[in-house]
């Protein structure tokens, strides 16, 4: 029998964690090492404190510790606006007269409007402590730039933001909001980097992407005196900060007496799902449970469901270290009609490896179909789903009315990373009927792949 | 000793109030009634009703119900968004140094992104009870016309919205988000009214205001079969759905042992001042306690701090009733500089009632003071606040910084209404230091006065 269940369940400040949890310590196989691009050889802690501050580096390398504290810097910031509340789904329910028991943790309620903001705390903390000048980063849709500057402007820290292009121009008052916070923003690719001269001479009609913006925020990181690089999504470091979200999730479905069957998650680099699944994930790793796990993916940038697990670079100017995940090739660039995020050529290298290791399942889906389930959730639940969410809402209704025609009463849990004010432009493009989709066909992927790195020995 | 305030403080759905608070069952001297302009006779509950639904022609009318049962069906979806969280500024505190506590009671997580949502719900409800065919309503800055098509798109019921068409122009996602709930967006004065074809004759270029808006509104309700039309502020019946905040709020403060010194709202039709300070204002009358309370008006629409208590108009075509407020008169319209909301020519008729009484205060600032307050709010506490909203936001400043001065460590609450993730222009205006403030004359404001209406006998 499970208790009676409030609309929305606050934890109270008491019952938010104090630890992140560090998934590795329960992989049984590890993700592949990441390599120097150069020799092929596994990078070292110290490699990387040219590109991050040393605490991020050592997190990042760190596969042992099992639960890593939460310094109390960050934890004041997170009672800011955390905890999130775990909400279940009674009208979506109602909507789809579904047996299914429909959860989710939304992460939205914060002005950054999704869970970015977790990551984007300890990443900012950590360079504050460390005393660094200043941060680069890349932003996509924009949810990671928003986030990353109000944690910079907290700590006090100067940002500069690379915005793929195609967001930038889609989305301004996004580029209005980071300003507020006080970041610069730039769109790439810019002439501001040799990496982004580079690429806009290749191509200078381009839209730009995340691998663009990630080699000029790498490059100006590391060409600006005690600055580094932060990134949003993709990182171990940035799963373990995550972790806060499924840990949440856990100790309130726990005191309704739930385990979900069902765990969904938009999937782009990997940030909410990799967070959200982590103490179901640990309780699959341990035997202890067997939940089914999905990734959703956009069609129109399908890593997971049509990638090659192999060693990428982690951006387009290729001046990262090496990643074994799954990934389109990092020259994939999604069509320009993508409208949603989630259009990082790869995976999360721990997330790639559990998948690869038959842990989770990955499903894709074409944006129409996307918005289709945005509005109708909207409708049903008032809260206006970012696209990158309204993946997994698509997935969690699907399940749903299969419960519907096979009578199970399945308990659905899934993330909803974020809010859509700043996507009215594609809102407003679904409604008008004027989207379209694209799914790249195996010709397109071929191409990409056929730019994968050769690594001597290894692939 | 006051208890260990945790930083966001969120009732249980059981704390959560089953009642409204009606402020006139309280009041020893009542409001002047509402006057058919036509007779200058007051009107009775049924005059009302080719306009308002039965209902809430009732509740308009009601001053002898102390507590207002809130019926299930809208308890159901408050439990979707409710309740909005009590939070405590301590990290405002510690950027301005003061020894004052600031709480504020946030509304903005919603999808409308405003306290409107509470009196759209009831209003949407009250409607499709009575079986109506659909609604009509006007929105100024875009949070009521959200609130109100969530709430219809809920209820299942047709809306059209009139917008006032500087923020319409001003605005664009706000009305792709409240089409994506289905209701109608015609920007204001229009060509589809006999009010907006006269407003446009006399003045073509007109960026209209709430009072063009509402003429048109209620045209548009009496002249389509079964319509009528709703309103989302200075109504009696609004100040009792919007009693929700203030209960919440004090059911919140005195879990916490607290009880405010100063209470602050930013007033345009009053909806969420009057909610706010419902129970607080309840102590006042009855001589329980006697906390300050404050009204914070735009300098560029002053109709406290400036206007007349008078007979006048709500709307700006002269199809309304008339009620006694403190107006501007129903021609004002603010320069077209003015960026946020709160530009109603005139102030709930309960609170102009009070504020003549002597019950409480206001006060009026310029928008670049407001942006200022606003960003310093945003960088501290990590939300971006409405415009409106940061009319209180600056008032709690400038109350902190007083204590600062004196020492006195006071209890200040102010209303945080909504977000700011549509008023991005406006910020952006702020940053790149092109707003201008405009503070009327007082020829502009006589002029305004000159036409207010002549009623034998009374004025």
Same sequence: chains 1, 2.
């Avoid at 889609?170 to 909001?177: D, E, G, L, M, T």
């Avoid at 990997?270 to 179901?280: E, Q």
């Avoid at 993916?297 to 997971?304: D, K």
């Avoid at 990262?320 to 999360?348: D, E, K, Q, V, W």
């Amino acid at each position: 029998m499970s208790k009676k269940v409030p609309y929305r369940l606050y934890l109270t400040e008491d019952q938010m964690p104090k630890q992140w949890y560090n998934l590795r310590a329960d992989m049984k196989e590890q993700p592949d090492p990441l390599l120097n691009p150069g020799t092929g050889k596994p990078l070292a802690e110290q490699d990387l404190y040219p590109i991050f501050c040393e605490e991020l580096a050592h997190q990042e390398m760190d596969a042992e510790t099992r639960y890593v504290d939460i310094p109390e810097e960050i934890r004041e910031m997170y009672r800011i606006y955390r905890p999130s509340p775990l909400i279940r789904a009674y009208q979506l329910e109602k909507a789809l007269d579904t047996p299914a028991k429909i959860y989710y943790k939304f992460e939205g309620n914060n002005t950054s409007g999704s869970h970015k903001l977790n990551s984007a705390i300890a990443q900012a903390y950590y360079a504050k402590a460390q005393g660094l000048a200043g941060l680069t980063t890349e932003t996509g849709a924009g949810q990671w730039g928003t986030a990353l500057a109000e944690a910079c402007s907290y700590f006090n820290l100067p940002l500069t933001v690379f915005m793929v292009k195609g967001s930038y121009e889609q989305k301004p008052f996004r580029k209005a909001i980071i300003e507020t916070f006080g970041a610069e923003v730039i769109p790439s690719p810019s002439n501001t980097t040799e990496a982004g001269r580079k690429i806009l001479a290749e191509n200078p009609g381009t839209t730009g992407s995340l691998g663009c913006a990630i080699s000029e925020a790498v490059e100006k990181a590391v060409t600006s005196p005690n600055y580094r690089y932060v990134l949003g999504s993709v990182l171990n470091q940035v799963l373990l900060h995550q972790s806060v979200i499924g840990l949440e999730a856990k100790i309130a479905m726990d005191m309704l007496e739930e385990y979900p069957d069902i765990i969904i998650g938009c999937a782009g680099g990997g940030s909410n799902l990799g967070g959200l699944i982590a103490p179901y994930m640990q309780d699959k790793l341990l035997g202890k449970a067997n939940p089914e796990i999905y990734a959703v993916e956009p069609a129109s940038c399908p890593s997971l469901t049509r990638g090659r697990y192999a060693y990428d670079f982690c951006d387009t100017g290729k001046v990262t270290p090496l990643a074994r995940m799954y990934t389109l090739g990092c020259g994939f660039i999604p069509s320009a009609n993508h409208a949603g995020g989630l259009r990082y050529h790869g995976m999360s290298p721990i997330l790639s490896k559990l998948y690869h290791d038959g842990y989770m399942k990955a499903c894709s889906v074409e944006q129409t179909k996307v918005f289709e389930a945005a509005v109708f959730f909207a409708k049903n639940e008032t809260i206006l789903p970012a696209p990158e969410s309204s993946h997994a809402i698509w997935k969690a209704i699907e399940e749903a009315k299969k419960c519907k025609e096979t009578g199970e009463q399945k308990t659905i849990l899934f993330g909803l990373t974020g809010t859509g004010y700043f996507d009215m432009t594609a809102y407003t493009s679904y409604l008008a009927q004027t989207m379209s989709d694209y799914i790249p066909t195996d010709e397109d992927l071929e191409r990409a792949f056929a730019q994968l790195p050769k690594i001597p020995g290894i692939q």
